[in-house]
């Protein structure tokens, strides 16, 4: 059964779908009040709910029952920054991509090589949970901000992140990968991280890492990184 | 430095580049007789060649000498039979990153609830070039034409290949991944292979695998597969 999502979703309580679950439920599958629904929280939680308000722009459900709790989705966590592409189209698959495969936040990176400067972050949060509702996961990864490089690094000084570079020395990602310390992933712009950005996140503690002798493009890379962390993890069940 | 690939190279001769190539070399890159460029044979060959006839759609060049010969590219080879997705961007997306990731050659597949029942081979086979050449390798994967499900199976007799599918008794891929042996690759159309498709292969010697309990769409499946092999590969090294 197709579910819907409401962030912050209260149990027993009435909720306030968004503008795009509302016209989805509302205009595309013509529900009305009374009918009853399936909903997330985006955290592990299933609720089945009955339609409240049926605006076609700000629906309420009443969510009546707990029908499913996950407590985790993996035994591991991943968090990748990740430096969107020129072409948004392929930054835009790749979080679709990493949704599916399992992600827990995605940071758009804004480095010196950046080409592009700007996203839309809303309509990446609106990919990701597509991709959540299509591969019918309960956790929803979280789109961080647009950040720059070095605030990154700063905010993650000493939690050994891993970063991905395609030259200087390096160790072999499935060599480093250790799911309880080295969950922080770094994929640089076309073009790669600037050495002065790979000397910065060195000094914060960072291991340069490399993805093998394949030249990937950014968001090959990213899909690479979520990829084998998945099998990893599937590997120490 | 870019290079140009052309098929059936042969050293020390007169070679003809295909219509797509000559565009770009003499329109694109307007490039004249007598200027020298790099060539390769999608084999693991690059050679340097003189430009000895510079039509815009029928260019010939002249392989002088052998700049680089790579006997493989990996120390595994994987054949993926995959059934082309009903939006088709998606399954290029999968062949474009396969190719990135490293593939041996593509059948498209077609099955009992593929939706999609044609393909563009010709279209197929560029995107794969062009992801060869921008990821700098000197190896072009095959791209098999669309080939029935039961003929796929029927040819593969004896050789063990893998089947991904959604439900029955599976193996998890990476408890299965022998790099000598089990390198063909079955993914099915969205909503899976046909239980009678299943109990062909079986019966053909093929072995039922799980890629984890993440729902994937096709062509993830594809792609995390191409870098489950890839990963696997460099560990083995």
Redesign the interface.
């Known amino acids: 059964m197709e579910f819907f999502y409401c962030k912050n979703l209260v149990f027993e309580a009435e909720n306030l779908l968004d503008e795009n679950e509302s016209i989805h439920l509302i205009q595309v599958l013509r529900k009305k009040i009374g009918d009853t629904i399936q909903v997330t929280d985006g955290k592990g939680q299933l609720f089945e709910a009955i339609i409240t308000k049926a605006s076609s722009k700000k629906c309420s459900i009443f969510t009546n029952s707990l029908l499913k709790k996950v407590a985790n989705e993996f035994s591991y966590e991943l968090h990748m920054a990740i430096a969107p592409t020129k072409n948004i189209d392929r930054f835009e698959?790749f979080v679709e991509?990493a949704t599916?495969?399992?992600v827990h936040s995605i940071t758009p990176l804004l480095c010196e090589k950046s080409e592009r400067k700007v996203i839309n972050q809303l309509r990446i949060e609106r990919i990701a949970l597509s991709a959540m509702k299509?591969?019918?996961?309960l956790f929803l990864p979280e789109i961080k901000s647009l950040t720059k490089f070095a605030a990154f690094v700063e905010l993650h000084k000493g939690k050994r992140p891993l970063i991905c570079t395609c030259s200087g020395e390096r160790t072999?990602?499935?060599d480093t990968i250790d799911l309880k310390s080295n969950n922080i992933l770094l994929i640089g712009p076309e073009g790669d991280f600037s050495a002065k950005e790979i000397e910065l996140s060195k000094a914060a503690g960072a291991l340069p890492i490399s993805l093998?002798d394949?030249?990937?493009?950014v968001e090959?890379a990213g899909?690479?990184v979520a990829?084998?962390f998945?099998?990893v993890h599937?590997?120490n069940q």
């Not at 394949?214 to 493009?217: A, I, S």
């Open positions: 698959f991509k599916e495969i399992g299509q591969s019918g996961s072999l990602l499935q093998g394949k030249r990937m493009r090959t899909i690479y990829s084998i998945n099998m599937q590997k």
